[in-house]
């Protein structure tokens, strides 16, 4: 399946951001769920604030598929756990959509919150396509890119190597 080099290059970018939103949060603050939305050769960070996150993540969910039609792609991150190794872990959930990409990819990253003692980002994300685990060699190509993209970020760019502990 061809996935847009590009759109992965963003979500690394959209995953640099919230990496930085999160890495200084206290305990018992989420994520305010983000997007990077692609226009042309313009990015533009949109933030989803509302009462609950559960909100926030539906009107985020609603406002890209609307801009889908004026959009050239666009990666979604929220906060949110998952069930890894038999308990629930921190993690941030991202979705990459681009006109090129025939479906959406998630990645799910895992991270150590601040509020422990020391923000972390646990080991390579997990890929998913149309729901589907991805394979090591396609999900380390696609983290590759992904991270690539983390490296663009003005700060988290340089913060991520202090941050990643596989």
């Known amino acids: 399946m061809p996935i847009a080099e590009t759109a992965i290059l963003v979500a690394g970018f959209a995953l640099g951001h919230a990496a930085w939103s999160v890495s200084d949060l206290p305990a018992?603050?989420?994520l305010v769920p983000l997007a990077i939305v692609v226009r042309g050769d313009k990015r533009e960070l949109v933030r989803f604030a509302a009462s609950t996150q559960t909100d926030a993540i539906s009107n985020g969910k609603a406002t890209l598929e609307e801009l889908q039609s004026e959009a050239t792609a666009w990666a979604f991150v929220r906060d949110g756990l998952s069930p890894i190794d038999g308990k629930n872990s921190d993690v941030l959930?991202?979705?990459v959509w681009s006109k090129e990409m025939p479906s959406t990819v998630t990645f799910i990253q895992r991270?150590?919150?601040f509020s422990s003692g020391q923000f972390k980002v646990l080991g390579p994300a997990m890929v998913r396509i149309d729901g589907i685990t991805q394979g090591a060699e396609e999900s380390k190509r696609l983290d590759d890119l992904l991270y690539r993209?983390?490296?663009e970020h003005p700060r988290a760019g340089s913060l991520w190597s202090?941050?990643?502990?596989n």
């Open 111 to 113: 991270y150590q919150p």
């Open 149 to 151: 993209g983390v490296s």
């Open 28 to 30: 018992g603050e989420l």
């Open 162 to 165: 202090q941050w990643y502990s």
């Open 93 to 95: 959930i991202l979705e």
